[in-house]
């Protein structure tokens, strides 16, 4: 399997709170993605990154912010969860400088968040 | 914009048997790479197959094989065998010069003994 983690796998809390999710990978890559998958199973981009200190948005509008100041990381933050907050969250790295077949995605275990 | 569409929300078939997802896209680059992912229930996502547009010879992974029908937009993906183990959720995807990949709807496969 590949070296992509997330945590926690599970997550349900209380709206309002901050919740910041995280995701790791020991691959060395500089692409790193966040997916939400709802409940239909398909999958929407909502973050990305190409490197350090680059993050933009996805196509599908979140709340939600990212950072990335380490290679190997690129958390997920809610300042504020909602009910419709609730999803799987996907992390995902890739490597490969331009466009190659090897641009293939490494993906996480994923976060189930519940927001009650 | 590019698009990737699988119009098989669910397929089932008999295991040792053979079956194919069917895949559509619509992209106007000429330089592009076509993927075949699976999401096993509460596992990883992996990918299965990949497939270089200009590239007309059609991967092939051990019993995983595609039909790469690129002036028809068409990216199948065969299943030869099937086993239990294939039961999961199928992503189409596609990665173009934005290097962002756009995933199909998926199709959920069910495997009955």
């Known amino acids: 399997e590949a070296d992509i983690y997330q945590t926690p796998r599970y997550l349900v809390i209380g709206t309002g709170k901050k919740i910041t999710l995280e995701c790791s990978q020991t691959m060395g890559h500089d692409k790193m993605y966040w997916y939400q998958q709802d409940p239909g199973m398909e999958l929407h981009l909502i973050h990305y990154?190409?490197?350090?200190?680059?993050?933009e948005k996805g196509d599908l509008s979140s709340e939600s912010t990212v950072s990335r100041i380490r290679t190997e990381h690129f958390p997920l933050t809610l300042e504020s969860a909602r009910p419709s907050h609730t999803s799987q969250y996907l992390c995902?790295?890739?490597?490969?400088?331009?466009?190659?077949?090897?641009?293939?995605?490494?993906f996480g275990p994923g976060t189930r968040l519940t927001v009650l | 914009a590019q698009t990737v569409t699988q119009s098989q929300p669910e397929m089932s078939v008999q295991e040792a048997e053979t079956v194919t997802l069917s895949c559509t896209y619509d992209?106007?680059?000429?330089?592009?790479?076509l993927f075949w992912y699976k999401q096993p229930p509460s596992r990883q996502m992996i990918l299965v197959i990949r497939q270089e547009a200009y590239k007309q010879q059609n991967a092939t992974e051990n019993r995983f094989s595609v039909n790469f029908q690129k002036a028809a937009k068409s990216f199948s993906l065969k299943i030869s065998d099937s086993q239990l183990g294939d039961a999961a959720m199928y992503f189409c995807s596609l990665i173009q010069g934005a290097q962002k990949l756009v995933f199909g709807q998926g199709t959920r496969l069910t495997i009955n003994p």
């Open positions: 990154s190409y490197g350090v200190n680059s993050t």
């Open positions: 992209t106007s680059e000429s330089d592009y790479y």
């Open positions: 995902a790295s890739g490597e490969g400088a331009g466009l190659a077949v090897w641009n293939e995605q490494f």
